[in-house]
T-cell receptor, first 109, second 115 residues
Framework: DAKTTQPPSMDCAEGRAANLPCNHS???????VYWYRQIHSQGPQYIIH???NNETNEMASLIITEDRKSSTLILPHATLRDTAVYYC??????????FGGGTRLMVKP | EAGVVQSPRYKIIEKKQPVAFWCNPI?????LYWYRQNLGQGPELLIR????????DSQLPKDRFSAERLKGVDSTLKIQPAELGDSAVYLC?????????????FGEGSRLTVL
């Protein structure tokens, strides 16, 4: 699986959009981009995934660049409950996940 | 619908003692995973089951760790004897579809402290 690079931490003001970047320059054509998050003292939770096209669900939007070498997870209106570690994972099998260090997002009032 | 259930949530033991963790996956999920998460790091896969068969246990330290999934439902992860470095959160997850779109559902984890 391709490796990913994420900033170790980010801050966001409550009510503003949180944009979490992820670099995956070695991604191959059959690999998906998955995002999970882990709130303190809980297990990781699936957020969204995509292959080429941008995706949106009730939790977030995923923007994948045309060359697929990077992506951005967007939380449109961050709340305090969105404070968590966000993991970007690239894999050709959604049931085979290799977690990196993730980005620790702190949403501040 | 109940999620993935793990027990115990917390366990404190002395080194060289045995310990066991139990996981009940989401009903109908054929694939079950055990991950270990050290403080400040992402989870690392220990073992993956498809029904009752362990299909990937390459990262399981087999000298002291063992796992079983009898009847392809519940699973138990055992450590014997425990070492100080085994202190971590042990996460169980399950998924229903062995496909590219199958997402994993995680339990809350079992936090082990070895003294």
């Amino acid at each position: 699986d391709a490796k990913t690079t994420q900033p170790p931490s980010m801050d966001c003001a409550e009510g503003r959009a949180a944009n979490l970047p992820c670099n995956h320059s070695t991604i191959s054509g059959n690999e998906y981009v998955y995002w999970y998050r882990q709130i303190h003292s809980q297990g990781p939770q699936y957020i969204i995934h995509g292959l080429k096209n941008n995706e949106t669900n009730e939790m977030a939007s995923l923007i994948i660049t045309e060359d697929r070498k990077s992506s951005t997870l967007i939380l449109p209106h961050a709340t305090l409950r969105d404070t968590a570690v966000y993991y970007c994972i690239v894999t050709n099998a959604g049931n085979m996940l290799t977690f990196g260090g993730g980005t620790r997002l702190m949403v501040k009032p | 619908e109940a999620g993935v259930v793990q027990s115990p949530r917390y366990k404190i033991i002395e080194k060289k003692q045995p310990v066991a963790f139990w996981c009940n996956p989401i009903s109908g999920h054929n694939t079950l995973y055990w991950y270990r998460q050290n403080l400040g790091q992402g989870p690392e896969l220990l073992i993956r089951y498809e029904n009752e068969e362990a299909v990937d246990d390459s990262q399981l330290p087999k000298d002291r760790f063992s796992a079983e999934r009898l009847k392809g439902v519940d699973s138990t992860l055992k450590i014997q004897p425990a070492e100080l470095g085994d202190s971590a959160v042990y996460l169980c997850a399950s998924s229903g579809l062995p496909t590219n779109t199958g997402e994993l559902f995680f339990g809350e984890g079992s936090r082990l402290t070895v003294l």
